[in-house]
């Protein structure tokens, strides 16, 4: 199944020409996850051969517009592009206000139905649980209410071994049953315990998704073992009274936090406009946390490897 | 005096890969004017060498979100650039109530004067009148109201004719009721008059900026002989009756005003994301009016060349 996720941008409140505000298309099982939605994004899944017809979710973690602003004109455009199916928006309760304004006014009632899900930005919630993943919410720590998003993939069936169910010449309508891990008996009477017809599942993988937010313990235990940590870096360290006062995180800190936390591999992001080039946060981070990477618009990474 | 626009977005409601929604930037006496604000704008200045710091004044047409949902990103961003000077914004008047809700839930404080004009939709006005520049409302005929804007340069003073003053040894301090086309008298009594130490100065230009409106000769007039026009053309003439349901106009129609209106030269944009080139639609623009060319995002027109 697959699990990967798509950096759509990168830069943190003010763009620079090559870096857009965050957005990031996570892809399980083919349908897209789009996490925040700042202006552009519709043009980044462009570029990048995101369709957006294949959004059915998508998530705002917080009302700064460099996470928000390029949602309305995505909506507008799958509208007029035809959409019927249903998408599911979850986002703090003052983004459905932000959204209604702006239909009402450019009087567009959209031709597909739009479920807003308000998030409680003061505790961790299940908001989503379907075949493929739970989504929970992490209470971040900013300026205004922010929450990132956990996914964390469904567990999975067991594999069927091929060779073996058609050498044994299992019936097909079985295969359901195996996959569950239950025993085969055969016509004869033998039993083939389940373990010899069948393969473990791949191992539920989990991304945590943390934009914006203060270098903060207290959501670190909710984010335990990932195997995936995307962290907020807006500054070097040598800015960190900057990061603190604007409530945002360092290269350094978010080294220590996927080291801390136990996460398999971190990739960081949102960065502060004032650097052309992400070598410095890069090496920071890597100082704490070797199994480091940019967040590269276009750069696609498979969650678990 | 500079009098130029460039093209910051090109597409119609929907963008492609390779065109942003509507914006432009219009140069007058080396102060930028901004003419709607589509998604990505503030990318696209980037991109174009448009410094932001420089727009004084923005006029949004209609509350259509590929008009203006890049003007709070915009804004943001300039606030959080250090801006000080004040901005005036022209546009429908709910276009406040939107821009306020979102910086209300962003927690957000302009550090600059954002001076906000409510336009009447139902007729033309003059709007501005500064030291360079008078502008006027266009009544076009979209779905929901919509506005056109009218630049029309100052009168300019006369050119002293440098060689000529000096001559005639005549004292800086007259050069003043020169450009104003006194005569000089000198200190023999003898009197030069106006016309042999000065030139007629450049004739003020027209721009004429017409999205989004259904062809309707109701805006001719005001917008008769300009220098340059700046038409929308959505589609070929082959979707006229699309054009008319949308409340949009085709290429050939758009040909059409600039040939009626006697303008000298026609610009068309806002193009339909079903054209993938552009040649259909300036072919046929042309066929009724030769001196049309396509709006290219990231052109310089010069009016009045």
């Known amino acids: 199944m697959r699990f990967d996720v798509t950096i759509l941008g990168s830069s943190s409140a003010t763009p620079i020409y090559n870096r857009n505000p965050t957005a990031q298309a996570l892809n399980i099982n083919e349908r897209f996850y789009l996490i ?7 043009q980044q899944m462009l570029r990048f051969d995101i369709k957006s017809s294949r959004i059915d979710y998508i998530f705002i973690s917080h009302l700064h517009g460099d996470h928000y602003l390029g949602l309305v004109g995505l909506l507008s455009s799958l509208h007029l592009n035809g959409r019927k199916k249903p998408i599911t928006l979850f986002g703090p309760a003052h983004l459905k206000e932000i959204i209604d304004i702006q239909f009402l006014y450019s009087e567009t009632t959209l031709h597909f139905d739009l479920v807003f899900v308000a998030i409680n930005p003061l505790q961790s919630e ?6 493929d993943v739970i989504v929970e919410t992490i ?3 900013h300026r205004i209410a922010c929450t990132g998003f956990l996914f964390r993939q469904k567990k999975r069936l067991r594999k069927i071994n091929k060779e073996k169910v058609e050498e044994l010449g299992v019936p097909v309508e ?3 049953a195996l996959k569950r891990g239950v025993d085969y008996f055969a016509v004869n009477g033998t ?3 389940n373990s010899e017809l069948t393969n473990s599942p791949d191992e539920p993988m989990a991304y945590a ?5 203060l270098y903060n313990e207290s959501y670190f235990e909710k984010i335990a073992k990932v195997d995936l940590l995307y962290h907020e870096a807006t500054f070097a360290h040598d800015m960190l009274e900057r990061a603190n006062t604007t409530h945002h995180t360092t290269a350094w800190q978010a080294g220590e ?5 136990g996460a398999k591999k971190l990739i960081i992001g949102h960065f502060s406009a004032r650097y052309k080039t992400l070598n410095e946060l890069l090496d920071e981070a890597r100082s704490v946390f070797p199994n480091t990477e940019l967040a590269i618009e276009g750069k696609t990474f498979v969650i678990g490897t």
């Open 36 to 42: 925040d939605c700042g202006e552009g994004t519709q």
């Open 126 to 131: 299940v908001i989503l649980d379907n075949q």
């Open 139 to 141: 209470v971040l720590d």
């Open 174 to 176: 079985y295969y359901s």
């Open 191 to 193: 039993v083939h315990p």
């Open 209 to 213: 998704y943390c934009s914006d937010t």
């Open 257 to 261: 936090v996927a080291r801390i936390t």
